[in-house]
């Protein structure tokens, strides 16, 4: 499959040097074209970076700029308002004596900030004096302007944009007061039309516009509002702009009316810009309209062009230049290859004496000295060949066999004991057996052997110190003990149950590099065992190790299970295990379902919400609050909180709920819960609480009764208090009622 898809042209796959050259020039282009791709959106990401810091600086300045003439309109206002020879006319309501207050700064502030209004007002909104229009006065603005309404309402400084009778404009209006009594407002305001927008091109440069709702203008009754232009939306008029044009699509200016903050590329005659849009507020923070940064990118993307194409030149050039110079290299060392080519056609005709010599030190002629000696020894190999294969398959099925055999095997001693037999059936050895390290590491135990000597080992518990005789010598060094004649070597360790011994080698069972055991195999005949067979039972060793680990780990994991169970069946506490997808419980211990009042068979169908009334103490409903609860602990790890809980028989019963997110299988989300009555507890704190009331109150009117200077005294202060702690509104104490005639003069 994988030739068919990458074959080869035939005027490359004939030519070695092209064969070599294609996959070169084939990665080179790869990597070239890599470069240049991640070039190019390294640098459109850098220019993207760049056009939002450009936004996001451009949108800053005009948000300081709107803040500094927010502040500067208020300032004039509170500045105004603070005048107490202004307060005294404006409370007097001498509108003469407040002009010729006023009139000179308005003029002088006008000249140098063109200030628009300056205005004071009666409550609610009626306007006393327009120093902007002195004529015109006492008509009534709560209709349109709100924010003296509200100034005048809340008796606290206003500012901001506001839509009113003249146009947008900034407002900063504050409340007059005199002698401490609120006698009106006072009002600045400022221009919010191409003056601005012109400003702050000059100040800050790119372009500006100001687009305002059809809603918001509705209450403007400028003269030349016909002739203001259609915005890029039906419903929105263009205030001012310092560019024609360049609008992104209407659905921008929909979602920036709706709230969003958007960046839009826009392309026009040839020219790149960035608009962005941002929602325009009035002083409630009501959205008015949309301010439009315009940043010409021309200049950026034309440079990633410039840098674009210059990078294809220089790439394209390495290209050709780095093919031709690899081209002369490929074909000034390849040519001995065809001396070598020519030998090895003779020899597959059956010529096993041919000979190459090459005057050559590099690869190429040790290749040719490797060709020589490999023709001398084919021959020797030929002859032994199937022998070896036949052999290795044996090894490979064997392996095979132990690894598939293991794998459903969950104890230790089978396992070894399937292990050694498997061995002995399959290569003859004279003996083979398993040791296993025993807990404390210090003595190999043996646990599977083959034969009849191996069943005596076992029966007698047989067992070797690490670091003695060639078993221990394996477990202490980790690594395999080869003893081809066992006599020759001195620290072999004969047993009487296996005499014919001459031959011996031992594996150590080893796991991430901890020594499990030792396989130790015997044959009896010197040198019959080798380093082919070391690798072999290397491998049945490794696959021993995997076994084991195995069984260990199941070991573990059922003794874990079984004492987690015990742990929690016998625990004192109501505990449960609870679905965090599915809301019912899985597991419960016997106190859980003692306190639910349901039983085992309950579980997986119901849970803590089935199990509760419809709605909390605090009017929220079980269901909904229950399914929060649960969604805060699986995303905080954990919770505790107080719940009331309903049985299937009705009772209610006040619990404390602790919950603990765990991993169910298959990674299911999970919740350990545990519960706790705490009704009882609660009664007692009331009971408490009540007696303690109950003790201050008889405490305080005993107080009162010894403080008490007659009999009298003390009975009205005595049906006094007890009428108030007992909440009775008529309390009556009577001294020596009526005597019956029978008592009288005892």
Same mark, same amino acid.
Do not use: C, W
């Given at each position: 499959m994988l030739n068919r898809i990458f074959q080869l042209p035939k005027f490359i796959a004939t030519k070695l040097s092209r064969k070599i050259l294609f996959p070169i020039l084939?990665?080179?282009?790869?990597?070239?074209?890599?470069?240049?791709?991640?070039?190019?959106?390294?640098?459109?990401?850098?220019?993207?970076?760049?056009?939002a810091e450009n936004s996001r600086l451009a949108e800053q300045f005009f948000n300081l700029k709107l803040h500094d003439l927010n502040d500067f309109a208020l300032g004039l206002a509170v500045q105004s308002a603070n005048n107490p020879d202004i307060q005294a006319a404006f409370a007097a309501q001498d509108r003469e004596k407040l002009k010729e207050l006023t009139l000179d700064s308005y003029n002088a502030l006008k000249e140098q900030y063109d200030i628009a209004q300056y205005q004071f007002h009666l409550a609610p909104a009626t306007s006393f004096l327009r120093l902007h229009s002195p004529d015109k006065f006492g008509d009534d603005l709560s209709t349109f302007r709100f924010t003296i309404v509200q100034v005048n309402e809340t008796q606290q400084p206003v500012y901001g944009l506001e839509v009113g009778r003249g146009g947008a404009g900034i407002r900063g209006a504050t409340p007059v007061f005199y002698e401490g009594k609120h006698i009106g407002s006072v009002e600045f305001g400022l221009n919010f039309d191409a003056a601005l927008l012109n400003s702050l091109k000059a100040d800050y440069g790119d372009d500006w516009r100001i687009i305002l709702t059809?809603?918001?203008?509705?209450?403007?009754?400028?003269?030349?509002?016909?002739?203001?232009?259609?915005?890029?939306?039906?419903?929105?008029?263009?205030?001012?702009?310092?560019?024609?044009?360049?609008?992104?699509?209407?659905?921008?200016?929909?979602?920036?009316?709706?709230?969003?903050?958007?960046?839009?590329?826009?392309?026009?005659?040839?020219?790149?810009?960035?608009?962005?849009?941002?929602?325009?507020?009035?002083?409630?923070?009501?959205?008015?309209?949309v301010v439009d940064i315009i940043i010409d990118n021309t200049a950026l993307v034309q440079e990633q062009t410039n840098r674009t194409i210059l990078l294809l030149v220089v790439l394209a050039f390495v290209l050709v230049i780095g093919s031709y110079i690899i081209l002369t290299t490929i074909n000034q060392s390849l040519k001995p290859l065809g001396v070598l080519t020519t030998a090895?056609?003779?020899?597959?005709?059956?010529?096993?004496?041919?000979?190459?010599?090459?005057?050559?030190?590099?690869?190429?002629?040790?290749?040719?000295?490797?060709?020589?000696l490999m023709t001398g020894q084919l021959s020797?190999?030929?002859?032994?060949?199937?022998?070896?294969?036949?052999?290795?398959?044996?090894?490979?099925?064997? &392996?095979?066999?132990?690894? #598939?055999? /293991?794998?459903?095997?969950?104890?230790?001693? $089978?396992?070894?004991?399937? @292990?050694?037999?498997?061995?002995?059936?399959?290569?003859?050895?004279?003996?083979?057996?398993?040791?296993?390290?025993?807990?404390?590491?210090?003595?190999?135990?043996?646990?599977?052997?083959?034969?009849?000597?191996?069943?005596?080992?076992?029966?007698?518990?047989? &067992?070797?110190?690490?670091? #003695?005789? /060639?078993?221990?010598?394996?477990?202490?060094? $980790?690594?395999?003990?080869? @003893?081809?004649?066992?006599r020759s070597d001195p620290n072999w360790l004969p047993n009487p149950l296996l005499p014919e011994t001459q031959s011996e080698v031992a594996i150590p069972i080893l796991a991430a590099g901890q020594v499990l055991g030792v396989l130790d195999v015997q044959n009896n005949v010197v040198g019959s065992l080798t380093e082919e067979d070391a690798s072999l039972l290397r491998s049945i060793a490794d696959q021993t190790a995997i076994a084991l680990q195995n069984i260990s780990a199941t070991e573990e994991t059922q003794k874990l299970a079984k004492d987690y169970k015990e742990l929690v069946e016998n625990s004192p506490a109501a505990i449960a295990v609870l679905d965090a997808e599915t809301g019912v419980f899985t597991e419960a211990n016997q106190n859980a379902l003692e306190l639910y009042d349901i039983t085992r068979d309950d579980l997986n169908k119901i849970g803590p919400i089935q199990l509760s009334p419809a709605l909390q103490p605090d009017g929220q409903g079980s269901t909904e609050k229950a399914q929060a609860l649960i969604s805060q602990a699986m995303e905080k790890g954990g919770m505790i909180f107080e719940w009331t809980h309903q049985t299937r028989s009705g009772r209610k019963f006040l619990a404390e709920i602790r919950l603990v997110r765990v991993t169910g299988s298959g990674d299911r989300p999970m919740l350990n819960a545990v519960m706790t009555d705490i009704t009882e507890q609660r009664r007692l704190e009331e009971t408490n609480r009540k007696r303690a009331t109950q003790q201050e109150a008889l405490n305080r009117i005993t107080q009162k009764i010894q403080n008490a200077t007659s009999v009298e005294s003390a009975l009205k202060i005595t049906a006094r208090e007890l009428g108030h702690a007992l909440g009775m509104k008529t309390t009556l104490v009577k001294i020596n009622p009526e005597v019956p005639e029978k008592d009288k003069g005892n």
């Open positions: 084939i990665v080179g282009l790869l990597v070239l074209v890599s470069f240049f791709v991640f070039n190019y959106q390294t640098n459109a990401a850098d220019n993207q970076i760049r056009q059809r809603d918001a203008l509705s209450l403007a009754t400028l003269d030349d509002i016909s002739a203001l232009k259609e915005g890029p939306t039906p419903d929105t008029l263009v205030l001012a702009s310092t560019i024609d044009a360049i609008f992104p699509s209407s659905d921008v200016y929909n979602k920036v009316i709706a709230g969003e903050r958007l960046i839009s590329p826009v392309n026009e005659q040839d020219k790149f810009y960035s608009v962005t849009s941002i929602p325009l507020r009035d002083y409630s923070g009501k959205i008015i309209g090895a056609n003779k020899i597959e005709r059956g010529d096993l004496s041919q000979k190459v010599a090459l005057n050559s030190e590099d690869e190429i002629g040790q290749l040719g000295n490797a060709f020589n020797g190999l030929i002859a032994s060949l199937e022998q070896r294969v036949e052999d290795r398959t044996k090894a490979l099925r064997t &392996s095979t066999e132990v690894s #598939r055999r /293991l794998s459903s095997i969950l104890d230790k001693g $089978k396992l070894a004991i399937e @292990v050694v037999q498997q061995l002995q059936d399959a290569f003859h050895y004279y003996h083979a057996h398993i040791y296993l390290l025993d807990a404390k590491g210090e003595t190999l135990v043996m646990t599977g052997g083959t034969g009849e000597a191996g069943k005596k080992l076992l029966e007698r518990g047989h &067992s070797i110190p690490r670091g #003695r005789g /060639l078993v221990g010598r394996a477990a202490e060094s $980790k690594e395999v003990v080869l @003893v081809s004649n066992t």
